[in-house]
């Protein structure tokens, strides 16, 4: 069990950048894949980027690809998403999301059990 919690959420102008954060508790958080979902108003959740258990492999959604940057410090039990070039369809509710019994070397787009509250991410035009 992992329990999230994201921060760093706000508003920002179109090509500017945020950076959100996850922390996570528990001994073992080395072990889960970490991901970041959002889901905008009206709009399914979609998956945004995930990255392995030693930070070695990242898998991004295309639309964020060359944008966002996935990272990890085990060490802190923390996952950051940098996020440059904003648009306003990046505007978003931000999930923090942890999948159990994960090979190491794998950053699956699904599958992930346990998720963080939530941070709102609002790109203006």
């Known amino acids: 069990q992992v329990q999230l919690q994201e921060s760093g959420g706000g508003l920002v102008q179109v090509g500017g950048s945020l950076r959100l954060s996850c922390t996570g508790s528990?001994?073992?958080?080395?072990?889960?894949?970490m991901a970041w979902f959002r889901q905008a108003p009206g709009k399914e959740r979609e998956f945004v980027v995930a990255?392995?258990?030693?930070?070695?492999?990242?898998n991004y959604a295309d639309s964020v690809k060359g944008r966002f940057t996935i990272s990890r410090d085990n060490a802190e039990n923390t996952v950051t998403l940098q996020m440059n070039w904003l648009k306003p369809e990046d505007t978003a509710i931000y999930y923090c999301?942890?999948?159990?019994?994960?090979?190491?070397?794998?950053?699956?787009?699904?599958?992930?059990?346990?998720w963080g509250p939530g941070t709102q991410v609002t790109v203006s035009s």
């Open positions: 528990g001994r073992n958080f080395w072990s889960f894949a």
């Open positions: 990255i392995s258990q030693a930070g070695t492999v990242r």
């Open positions: 999301a942890a999948r159990s019994r994960t090979v190491s070397g794998a950053a699956p787009t699904s599958g992930y059990d346990y």
